[in-house]
């Protein structure tokens, strides 16, 4: 698969990424699998794993400032 950003060749890794849900709210999920950029750092998630990470933020209690998941395919 090729960068949509700078044409360079993804790979797939496994990575913590941190997701803003509100003004003050931020979840980190751990252990997420992703394809990034060799080159730019640029990342894509799969379809699955993007519905699955959807979902899970949906129900996330905003009231909180910071959540971290574990994620879990």
């Known amino acids: 698969m090729r960068c949509h950003m700078c044409g360079s060749t993804m790979e797939f890794l496994i990575t913590n990424l941190p997701f803003k849900v509100s003004n003050t709210t931020i979840v980190i999920f751990k252990e997420l699998p992703v394809r990034q950029c060799r080159r730019c750092s640029e990342y894509l998630l799969d ?23 574990k994620y879990a395919a």
């Open 47 to 69: 379809d699955n794993v993007l519905e699955e990470v959807d979902s899970l933020l949906q129900r996330i209690n905003v009231a909180a400032e910071l959540e971290v998941l």
